[in-house]
């Protein structure tokens, strides 16, 4: 283990043993060193330190994988148990009104290995409880560009409807059912206005102001949000804020610049390496956590109106952590963990799911016993809540 990775696992045990914060002066926020860095906090401790162990399981020493990922649970989440036909990505759950849980996913053949994530396809799988195991469903939309989907997305709509969204590979599509388990068909595709800002790439790319004729980015990342006031809400890959008040197809108004510009606590080095963002609202809050994938960590931010107002609220994950944890001891540590997603009931987040590989990406060439999955971590997100109540 490099020294690096030996200062991030320590200072990451720090924040999953009981803490105790030193007085601080009033409207002063505390604060934790991860790494060589501090990162803020405004609660009692940091988002990584409300992830909770990992459902008891029989744990296996000959699933696929690398040896650094350690004795795992198998039937954890969505995957191929042979690592023999698929590589499984992103990973939005919903729940039934049958109490059975659906994710939504996207595959792609594992023996092309991971670079071969732009041919993936979107499916639906089912489990009787919420970590799993998942039962790969076969293809959302079979008939519509052969299932083509990617940085897949779901929710429930304002009219009870549910729609997943698709970007990256496709431009923001999105596909409605009256039922989750189907039939889905497109209702359209999102649109923007960028009469305020231009969308752009990354949070390293500045969005000008007043350029209603600009090129907008390929929309990538999307993460979608039905608001408590009704509107539909976007974070894309570059933390922009998109909002819309006539309904998930938009026009969606680009309010401003990344988020991430300028924010205490978010680093400011290689901005284009910021993706992966998901929006959600719990608490009376709105929270992003978005992940700096060359930093190789996560940060959570909270915001009042979730659109202006964003601070930050420690460290969200990374992969050197001991936060994927069993009660008898043993932890996970998977070389990456992309597309989180949140899973919530009762107005707060219970779980949190992550496509995860064993391997650096450039490993997993297919064929060689590496790939990728969806893991499901149960989340104390009723406590995150109450710790974060009196935030102003």
Do not use: C
């Amino acid at each position: 283990m490099s020294s690096r990775s030996s200062k991030l696992a320590m200072a990451a045990a720090l924040f999953l043993a009981p803490m105790i914060q030193p007085a601080v002066a009033a409207g002063q926020a505390p604060a934790a060193t991860v790494g060589d860095e501090v990162v803020p906090m405004l609660g009692p401790k940091p988002f990584i330190g409300y992830f909770k162990p990992m459902p008891r399981a029989k744990l296996s020493t000959s699933a696929w994988g690398a040896r650094e990922v350690g004795p795992r649970d198998p039937r954890n989440g969505l995957e191929d148990a042979g690592m023999a036909r698929w590589n499984y990505w992103d990973g939005q759950i919903l729940k039934g009104a049958d109490g059975r849980y659906r994710m939504f996913a996207s595959r792609w053949d594992q023996a092309l290995g991971h670079k071969a994530w732009g041919r993936s396809l979107a499916v639906s799988a089912i489990s009787d409880t919420l970590f799993g195991p998942y039962q790969d469903r076969g293809l959302t939309w079979p008939d519509n560009q052969g299932g083509l989907g990617h940085n897949v997305t779901a929710l429930k709509m304002h009219d009870g409807r549910y729609a997943a969204v698709v970007s990256e590979t496709r431009g923001g599509d999105v596909f409605v059912s009256d039922s989750l388990d189907g039939p889905w068909t497109q209702l359209g595709t999102i649109s923007l206005d960028q009469s305020r800002f231009q969308l752009v790439k990354t949070p390293g790319d500045v969005a000008l102001r007043d350029t209603p004729t600009a090129t907008p980015a390929k929309p990538a990342n999307f993460s979608v949000l039905l608001r408590p006031d009704g509107a539909y809400q976007i974070v894309p890959r570059s933390g922009q804020i998109l909002i819309s008040r006539t309904g998930i197809l938009g026009p969606y108004t680009v309010m401003g610049d990344s988020v991430y510009r300028g924010l205490d606590g978010v680093p400011q080095r290689d901005m284009r390496a910021f993706e992966d963002p998901v929006l959600w609202f719990s608490g009376g809050l709105y929270h992003i956590v978005v992940n700096q994938w060359r930093e190789r960590r996560a940060y959570h931010l909270v915001s009042r109106d979730g659109i202006t107002g964003w601070r930050v609220q420690g460290l969200a994950y990374e992969p050197g952590a001991d936060f994927i944890r069993y009660a008898d001891g043993t932890k996970n540590h998977w070389n990456k963990l992309e597309r989180p997603g949140v899973v919530i009931e009762n107005g707060h987040v219970v779980a949190m799911t992550f496509a995860v590989v064993d391997t650096p990406k450039d490993d997993q060439t297919g064929n060689n016993g590496h790939g990728s999955k969806v893991i499901v971590v149960p989340f104390d997100g009723a406590a995150m809540d109450r710790d974060l109540a009196g935030l102003p």
